[in-house]
């Protein structure tokens, strides 16, 4: 497979000079890369190799480095000879120390950590705090300049580098993916993401496909398929390969240059006919990409102990190991530094020789610098539309119906509107935003589309700005690209089907909060999701489209990145959305319903209500001063009809009990004020919740969630709490409550059974609503729907009106 | 697009008879599929269609319906007439009333449900049901005879055909992969699977592509590709594509029929040379598919107010609706309903004509009565190894070290090789199985690899037993498939990294627990995880790497369904082993590292301890008779050594201290036992942690789960938890439990703080832990790795030893 004699005249493109110079380069990201991982000293090699020279417990990753510095240098040759605007996403995470390298070789690194210059010193620091207790992980994580992809979970780089390239005409994003990353779902599904790039609007991909054969112990199954295979799959996913392919460096650096320069003049190309002429814009290009197939762990030793290594999955991690015990291998690793030769890479002082520096961009084209990968520092704020104009108009509670997600629809659309000037705002989903009842936003522009168009087909264009593709993956890793290269944007998606994308919320979560702790990484703007077609609205599809839990996976995440917000109505909603289209940093979750549902707040009712949180509907309690007997909360706009349906029977058939109505929009401000910045402290909790008071909790989602954000509460004890309890099938929204013991006849018992005051002249209601609830069971299998006193149930603030 | 001539001569593959079945047979199909989503009587529509007869919620989804009946029928035929054995795994989840429709047809329906006959009244009970309150949902859910694959979320059905396939050499699965589906990440990659079928022992998997062109409201990407590059695209994935493209049904048929029939002369002739000739077997074979382009809601209404609805997007769901505002639609539906002439499919009493139940295979031929489809009618159970051969053998608990996965390892390879015969258990893995140290499998089996293989390869054969594919989904698909098909497996994966499959494992569970409820479903084989490389082992990956909150996805399904393990060393998790590799209808997850650790328990004393799922450790407390002081708890391997360093600590500086040693192997039996079977007692949890003396809980995972079990248990208040806190990075196991707060020092520190006993006289020592805190972070940040009093710590059961 190595040793591949090179299939095209590409042996002289470089200049003998250009081609020492970035072997030069190739050698020192190599010999910098090797460094991290084994020493802890005696950096420039100036003393014989000592075991006190190497750190005492080994970790990191060789075998993908030199292939991503191999690709690094020669990126940076087209950088400097067009004038090239890139970044590099890496996509084998555990190439971190490679990616280190070269920012230090150009002189990024010690821009953003003063403190680790290059020269000797440096140099000592930079090898020892990789992988290092207190220092660096080995991946491009955060910490990395230029980095916008830590790669430690497989993946998610090349829609990572698509949501970069979208609305950045001038930018280039080199994509290296790896070959074991390619056998992943989400990343063999973004190779699709071509159909979604519009050469006219959007920079470009340049993916690299790096075949350096192995996993950790494993070959891939890219590298081991026939070329044909190879090229034809890549034909068929859109690109135009072009092979890099052998082991010998100065054949494979002239052919990489050739690669590269004619991959780079083939965008070139594709832009400058979409951006001239009209026809050729309107056809999907095919764009080049490169696939690189060199040894895994590319100029390391050949063989450790008689068994191959360069070029096999043993150079995964540590070619060598075990050197305390171990002095052959020590030897190894000596002779191995030496091969790069490092008299000749660095000066005196332990600076890059001059040859060397000649071969890197400057200033903000180096890619460790390039303010695309630090996106704070490009982002704007988002220009809002006036809220009022998009409220509704609320005159009782309980009075009119909307379907809340078609109302944050028409202000998304004026968003969109807003900020078309500006093209940082974009919607993503898979498929379901006309589902999910945001189809206004079509008044202004169309679903993304580069594939073919038929004169029948409906909001679908070359510029459009919504994205639609059946990959919660792919959405999920384009908006976050989009977000890391400073822009804003909105992913609306099926409540059950978020989970699909639980590890990337996770690797999200956790790299904002590294982040945030690195001075010159700038905030982003926030990742919000808007879940709907929620676990009580599924009527069409049943038990598997209802799981709630995606609010527990993020709720174990740092607490100061996450969000959580349940509106109970369309006003609510609309305040929420206007809320966190202007934060960073942050992953906000706004869970709301798609079908007409009563509306109880006027707007500036919501603005106060979402400024703090949680608080009492004193227009729907029922206290005559004093402490209420009971208190029933709600977050959710199910629970909340279903609380307030509750209430009104209460009201009706025991109007001496004082009941206190609350609703939680920020399931946040149930916390400890130390766990969250929105958590109410003790007092302003316990003066909202009491502190011996049944309170009948009825929450959206599994209800041992309230229990563990409450569970240090004064009240605590007396928190009974309805949710979804994994009772589901393919029925109405209230007979999915009714399923859960959620409905309003279970939380009047519930009021009954808990309630001191209302158990003593409870049994004749409790005997009617268990009838309700039969004659409910019944009637639905009969009819197929709800009964008429549910379908037309309706909010009476006047305690006499008619109850159900 | 539509009305593509055929391109081969397949106009006369049926006789005009043969032709004239099939089409009658399909016409059948599609009526019975539009009855259920509209119908609530009049089934035979013997009398002129009212309102009164349409059901009032109109759902479902017509759209891909008649593709996958059309693939029914011609699948029936060729099952006929070459005796093949097969089942259908159907994609597009939502054609559920189409799979209804022809097991109906072909009678499994009525043999499953015998008060659902072939005749004028079953019809009505058929359609009355579907999506119906208390009736069945809209996919091809459990209750669908012949379904293994649920399909409501989308990505898994090529995966679980695989799954399938692998050794049932009989056996052939018919995939249909709807164009929708095709764009997911999961499905992506799953076309891979080729590489890991070997045609000698495993069966064949027949993928058949439905192109119908669009999603809920969009078109699919793969029907907006030429043709061309859709061909390339699969020819480079390994497959030979047939194309079958129309929309007149007399052309098609004869277009499917010749595929069918070319399709299944290819995989016979594929398994002939296979099992035959030794060369041929060799080589990987290009396995053939079928791509179906026809029309969306194929023979639908063509228009629908003057929009185009048959072979669009209109067509997804419901191509009329508002029937009763609207009498033009329900004209329309009556006119849809007559088109497929239901006088010729259905006799006097409603049975389906002779002429169609002729085209139909018989008895357990039928795909709704294959038994692969009812795995667990052909589950026989593990044959398991002698557990004590494997055991460590612990004189004295702490006084050795063992790898607690490599000795699993051990006992994998023996029930690998007790179970050769059968060939009825797997392991699968994202190429961790060595690195996760169950590599001692190797000695008995191979991974598998029809891929190329080079001479240096190690452990890669044709017959391997250990599935290594880079994407957790195809993993988790591939077992699920097989376990679904009555055999057995074990998943090991990377603990953060299961999080990728969460919206896989809520769908299987919800699978498992719907199927419960199903009488003739029989009980499959558990779904075993090994989740390792776990958060405190992540010396070299650091905190991308570091999620326990699997443990909570899992605990918001249904109690029953789950069960999750954490053995504090090795011989309880080979007991733990042992035990879930004989249940059924489970998900069983086990979490355990991999690193030497001290162990703690014989082998009778680990059965005892899991069977009990938690107990108090007497060898290591220091109980003086009467109520401890204090309950140290502890569940997972890492908590479990930093609670007993904790405990050694105190017994050196504070003998008088009573404390009581608890381990929880089972953190089910945390929970009531009204919750969970296994949940313990309120009296016998009381028995163990006290009714009110402080409980130091040293937990895995996050610790708001510990309070989420146990927050109405008696001393719940007292519990003070220590877990993850999402503090991480690259460092030591130990380290991280300083980070977190969950090591030695700050148990200590909480027992000072918390017991009053120790709070009298705990200051000195209070001063020591935080002076020891500080020296670790010097010593580590100095040394690369821990202070030597922690890599030599040693337990003493002797309170008088040297403890650092």
Redesign the interface.
């Known amino acids: 497979?190595m040793n591949i004699a090179p299939a095209r005249d590409t042996t002289s493109h470089l200049s003998a000079q250009e081609l020492g110079n970035i072997d030069l380069y190739w050698r020192a990201a190599n010999y910098l890369t090797v460094g991290q991982i084994y020493l802890?000293d005696n950096p420039l090699l100036r003393k014989p190799l000592k075991i006190e020279h190497v750190?005492?417990?080994l970790?990191?990753?060789w075998g993908t480095s030199p292939g991503l510095s191999f690709t690094y240098a020669h990126l940076n040759r087209v950088i400097r000879t067009m004038d090239a605007n890139m970044i590099y996403v890496c996509g084998p995470?555990h190439g971190g120390p490679a990616m280190v390298a070269n920012t230090y070789l150009e002189g990024s690194y010690s821009a953003r950590y003063p403190g680790i210059l290059r020269n000797e010193d440096g140099m000592r620091k930079l090898f020892r705090q990789f992988?290092?207790?207190?220092?660096?992980?080995?991946?491009a994580?955060p910490d990395v300049p230029g980095s916008i992809h830590?790669g430690?979970?497989?993946?998610y780089s090349l829609s990572h580098a698509f949501g970069a390239a979208f609305d950045n005409p001038d930018l280039i994003v080199a994509c290296v993916v790896g070959d074991?990353?390619a056998?992943?779902?989400?990343?063999?599904?973004?190779w699709?993401s071509n159909?979604f790039l519009n050469p006219q609007r959007d920079g470009a991909v340049l993916p690299i496909l790096h075949l350096n054969g192995y996993?950790?112990?494993?070959?891939?199954?890219l590298a081991?398929?026939p070329k044909e295979?190879?090229?034809?799959?890549?034909?068929?996913?859109?690109y135009e390969p072009i092979f890099v392919e052998g082991d010998i460096p100065v054949l494979m650096h002239q052919l990489m240059a050739s690669a590269m320069d004619e991959a780079m003049q083939k965008i070139r190309a594709i832009q400058e006919n979409a951006r001239h002429d009209y026809d050729a814009y309107a056809a999907r290009p095919t764009w080049p990409m490169i696939i690189l197939r060199s040894p895994k762990g590319w100029t390391g030793p050949k063989e450790v102990d008689g068994l191959?290594t360069e070029g096999?999955w043993r150079s995964h991690?540590l070619p060598l190991s075990g050197l305390a015990d171990n002095p052959k291998h020590l030897k190894l690793l000596e002779d191995w530094l030496h091969s790069y030769r490092p008299e000749e890479l660095f000066d005196a002082k332990g600076a890059p020789v001059a040859a060397i520096t000649a071969t890197t961009p400057q200033g903000a084209r180096r890619m460790g610098c390039n303010p695309h990968a630090n996106g704070g520092l490009l982002r704007t704020m988002l220009k809002m539309p006036d809220l009022a104009s998009h409220s509704v108009e609320v005159l009782e509670p309980g009075t009119v119906k909307a379907e809340s997600t078609k109302v944050m629809g028409a202000f998304l659309r004026d968003v969109m509107t807003a900020n078309v000037d500006t093209r940082n705002f974009r919607i993503v989903g898979p498929?379901?935003?006309?589902?999910n009842r945001l189809q206004n936003v079509f008044e202004v522009t169309d679903?993304t589309?580069m594939?073919?168009i038929?004169p029948?087909?409906t909001n679908?264009g070359h510029n459009g700005r919504v994205m639609?593709?059946?990959?919660?993956?792919?959405c999920q890793g384009w908006l976050e690209g989009y977000l890391l290269t400073g822009r804003h944007g909105f992913f609306s998606c099926y409540e059950?089907?978020v989970?699909?994308v639980?590890?990337m919320f996770?690797?999200h979560a956790?790299w904002l909060?590294?982040s945030r702790d690195i001075p010159w990484r700038q905030p982003i703007a926030s990742l919000n999701y808007l879940l709907t077609s929620h676990v009580w609205h599924q009527?069409?599809?049943?038990?598997?489209?209802q799981?709630p839990?995606f609010i527990?996976?993020a709720?174990?995440?740092?607490a100061d990145i996450v969000r959580v917000y349940l509106p109970p109505d369309a006003n609510t909603l609309l305040c929420t959305t206007e809320h966190v289209l202007q934060t960073w940093d942050r992953i906000n979750i706004i869970v709301a319903g798609k079908p007409p549902l009563w509306q109880w707040l006027t707007l500036e009712q919501a603005k106060i209500h979402c400024r703090e949180g949680l608080g009492v509907w004193h227009w729907a309690s029922t206290e005559n001063g004093g402490e209420p007997d009971v208190v029933m909360a709600c977050a959710g706009d199910v629970p909340t009809l279903e609380t307030l349906a509750a209430v009104s029977i209460l009201k009706e058939h025991m109007p001496e009990l004082n009941v206190r109505v609350v609703n939680v929009v920020d399931l946040m401000s149930l916390q400890p004020k130390e766990r969250h910045p929105h958590g109410l402290s003790d007092a302003a909790f316990d003066a909202v919740f009491t502190d011996s008071k049944p309170v009948i909790f009825a929450y959206h989602g599994?209800p041992?969630t309230i229990?563990?954000l409450t569970?240090r509460r004064t009240n605590?004890d007396n928190f009974h709490v309805r949710g979804y309890n994994?009772e589901g099938?393919?029925?109405?929204a209230f007979?999915m409550t009714v399923l859960n013991e959620l409905d309003r006849y279970h939380l009047v018992l519930s009021v009954i059974d808990k309630v001191p005051a209302a158990r003593a002249s409870g049994a004749k209601l409790a005997e009617m609503m268990k009838a309700k609830l039969l004659e409910h069971h019944d009637y639905?299998?009969a009819?197929?729907?709800d009964m008429p006193e549910i379908l037309n149930w309706k909010w009476h603030s006047n305690a006499s009106g008619e109850v159900g």
């Open positions: 497979m802890l750190k005492p417990r970790l990191g990753h995470g992988s290092f207790p207190g220092g660096i992980p080995s991946h994580a830590e430690g979970e497989l993946g074991g990353e056998e992943t779902g989400p990343l063999a599904t973004a699709h159909k996993k950790i112990a494993n070959p891939t199954i081991r398929i295979e190879l090229r034809s799959l890549f034909v068929g996913y859109g191959k096999f991690q498929d379901e935003t006309a589902s679903r589309w594939a073919s038929l029948e087909d679908l639609e593709i059946l990959s919660e993956h792919t059950a089907f989970h699909i639980d590890s996770n690797q956790k909060d590294t009527d069409h599809n049943g038990f598997s489209h799981d839990g527990d996976v709720l174990n995440k740092k599994y041992w229990h563990r569970y605590h994994e099938t393919t029925t109405t007979d639905i299998r009819h197929g729907e």
